[in-house]
Nanobody, 123 residues
Framework: QVQLVESGGGMVQPGDSLRLSCAAS????????VGWFRQAPGKDREYVGV??????YYADSVKGRFTISRDNAKNTVYLRMNNLKPEDTAVYSC??????????????????WGQGTQVTVSS
């Protein structure tokens, strides 16, 4: 069993940066593929990116601005978000599991999910 807890969200201005954390209180996160997803009010959940081993893959909407990394010693995966835009406003959540490559974007293809952390980008 893996329990995931996200943190690091908040309210920032356009152009600012944030780093979200996805910490596993149980289980070894390094064994898992970890995806990041977001959901804005009134919209469907959206794939943000994924890290498999130490390789990150990203949605086109965030490519070049967001970076996913791991700190295995801290059992944590990070989502670094730069040059934030108002359209990045959403609840961000992480998920861990063993999705096949073609299912990275499918939230339900993962095995464990966190509760999410709010990110608000507004001037």
């Amino acid at each position: 069993q893996v329990q995931l807890v996200e943190s690091g969200g908040g309210m920032v201005q356009p152009g600012d940066s944030l780093r979200l954390s996805c910490a596993a209180s149980e289980g070894t996160l390094s064994q898992y593929t970890v995806g990041w997803f977001r959901q804005a009010p009134g919209k469907d959940r959206e794939y943000v990116g994924v890290i498999r081993q130490n390789n990150g893959y990203y949605a086109d909407s965030v490519k070049g601005r967001f970076t996913i990394s791991r700190d295995n010693a801290k059992n944590t995966v990070y989502l670094r978000m730069n040059n934030l835009k108002p359209e990045d406003t959403a609840v961000y959540s992480c998920a861990a599991g063993f999705p096949i490559t073609s299912s990275y974007r499918n939230y339900n293809a993962y095995r464990y999910w966190g509760q999410g952390t709010q990110v608000t980008v507004s001037s």
